[in-house]
């Protein structure tokens, strides 16, 4: 995906990224990744306290094709319908998490060249702040449990995941840029 980079200096990011949610190829697109992500939830491991998948994978392409608005959006609609497939109630906290954790991952890679250390720190800055901070801190709310040891368990689950993430993410992406498919999408 190629950008003009001075386009994406101060507000013009944001309207860029809510013009996203317009263009019919890119919300098809999305929303065949909104069901992948909403199917790999119900898959892997999934308790009250930590949920692991490969599930970030398809979100993180969603949030590097529309953004920070629409990657907000589509981290809140996940959040929801995952809870809907699952069958658990819906606590707007963790949705909120969730559109946040879109918003950052979004703001990261949106409108810039793949590169492995933007997977990294959008991949790093989302797990700290939403999933080791925010989701740890209103799972221990929600249940009662004590917040140093829900720490420990999602710091574990964190240090799976993340790279696991990081890689396979990064190596899908090239692969799809490479296959000219954000070309595609841009017209």
Known sequence: MTVN???????DIFRRSNQELFKLKK??????????????KTVGLNNDYVKMGLNAIPANLAYYILGPIG???FGALSDILGVIVLGQSLNPLLTVTGAL????????LYGH???????ILAVVLKAL?????????II?????????ALLVSRLVKNAVEVPVTIVIY?????????AGLFRQLQK
């Not at 919300?27 to 790999?40: G, K, T």
């Not at 954790?101 to 990261?108: P, V």
């Open 5 to 11: 980079m001075r386009g994406l200096v101060g507000k």
């Open 27 to 40: 919300l098809v697109f999305a929303s065949m990744l909104l069901a992948i992500v909403v199917v790999l």
């Open 71 to 73: 990657g907000a959006i």
């Open 101 to 108: 954790a879109g918003f950052i991952a979004g703001f990261i």
């Open 113 to 119: 060249p793949v590169s492995l250390w933007r997977v």
């Open 129 to 137: 702040i939403c999933s080791i901070f925010l989701n740890t801190l």
């Open 140 to 148: 221990s709310a929600m249940y009662g449990a004590p917040f140093r």
């Open 170 to 178: 990064y190596f899908i992406v090239k692969g799809l840029e490479k």
